[in-house]
């Protein structure tokens, strides 16, 4: 339901791109098996500040 009003406004093809990038990203970002990303944690939402999340 949360994604119905996209399929009124884009191709499927870039909304199965979107949806196959977010999965790549939600497996990313629930990992535990990479470390301390150094600067990058000033930037980005990282594994790291996401357990700190569900903790």
Do not use: C
């Not at 990203?25 to 990479?34: A, E, F, G």
């Not at 150094?38 to 569900?54: A, Q, S, Y």
């Amino acid at each position: 339901i949360i994604y119905l009003p996209l399929a009124l406004f884009i191709p499927p093809s870039h909304f199965m791109v979107h949806n196959q990038l977010n999965l790549i990203y939600q497996l990313w970002i629930h990992t535990t098996v990479i470390g301390d990303l150094g600067p990058l944690e000033l930037i980005f939402n990282t594994p790291k500040h996401h357990r700190v999340h569900h903790g």
